[in-house]
């Protein structure tokens, strides 16, 4: 069975209307074509290709904005006074000489459209609706295709989506989709291919496979980002710097500090690939770093994991008699001071099973490790990150902006970070040669940001 050749759609409108935007949204692709508040910015006619599973079905052609359509209306008028097939008149003027070469870029607009299956109109719903709108209708109308209105710029506060609508129902036009190509919302792309295979409804296969590719496509693109994510937190939470207590611990702090930022950036150097962002379109704020020693909290049951201890032991029964190690680290305290007590008179010999090298390795040497409110501020902003990118237009000029927040999203994600604090050996920031973290540390922190998500 011989595959069918892509649906043609062109892309039309006025000057500065969004086309090129709308195209570099709907393909995913910031580096299409220029955007510019300047007119006329597109000359020519260029093309994009729309994937469905590797295959191309709907092709997209940018076209130069419509700036005289009353002035081409004229000179059809006057070159075919009579005529009862607009169709004839609007090929014979793109056959002819476009008004003395004066309406060139109106002449390949129409010619564009003629070849193509149907027409996108792209609309400003921020302006009024003008004269010069209805004239513009009229000369594409003229051309014989289906034509869908796409209204662009929807989120701002100074759309009048609903004067729009009314306006394009007076002259026949129902079917319309509201996109906005700098705020991005999957289900209004759906709507613009729901919309087109109602207008052509002998491709409809074709918008279907392309809707059911994409919806498989945005799932895999935030699975692949929330892992990212969650290794970074991970990581992070599992760094470590070792030094003497003759060691300056703020330059240990530097150096940590150092290790997260770089960290950091290179999870946000993924996620805008990912998602297919310029790479400078988000740097994150400096990250503050807590001063003081990490400590371990003797009765988290990671921590007491770490140390071979399972909390239904004869060892983690019956509570925890403080055990002082103080004098044993050098004068470091090891979080409450305590490992697990006497109960049922095992603390001792908990400690000599399987504290004592733990111990011995701390022994005179400091560790320096992220604090709580720092994993926080990480974890929360790398959220509002991935959420600000899901709703980032590829039309979209300025940087990424994110909310200065702090506390952690989500209990269970914080959960789900603390718990791996106890297992520097799951964080590959702790020197040459790490290993990647485990999928059973990953795993529950990317469910936890993908559930966040929505």
Known sequence: MSRMT???????????TGKTSLLRTLSHDSHFGEVSDRPATTRDVQG??????GEAVVALYDTPGLEDAMGV??????????ATDPVAAIDAFIAGDHGDGRYEQEAKVLRQVRRSDAALYVIDAREPVLAKHREELRLLAACGKPLMPVLNFVASDEADAETWREQL?????HVLAQFDTVVYDAQAEQRVFERLATLLEHRRRDFERLRHSRVR????????????????????AGARRHGTLDDDAEQLHERLRDTIREAEQRCVDTLLGLFRFELDAYRPPELPLQQGRWQLDAFDPETL???GIRTGSAAAAGGAAGLAVDAAVGGMSLGAAALLGAGLGAGWSALRSFGQPWVDRLRG??????EEPTLALLAARQHLLLAALLRRGHASQAGVRTDPAQAWPDAGLRQAVLRCRAHPEWSRLNGPGGKAAPDHAVRPVADHLRALLG
């Open 365 to 370: 040497h400091q560790d320096i490790a992220l």
């Open 73 to 82: 209306a004229a000179v059809l008028a006057r070159a075919h006074a009579g």
């Open 169 to 173: 129902a007076r002259v026949g036009l």
């Open 6 to 16: 892509p649906v043609d759609i062109a892309v039309v409108g006025h000057t500065n």
């Open 217 to 236: 496509e945005r799932e895999a693109l935030i699975e692949s980002a929330c892992r990212a994510v969650a290794e970074l937190l991970v990581n992070a």
């Open 48 to 53: 994009v290709m729309l994937l469905a599973d």
């Open 305 to 307: 994991r770490s140390f």
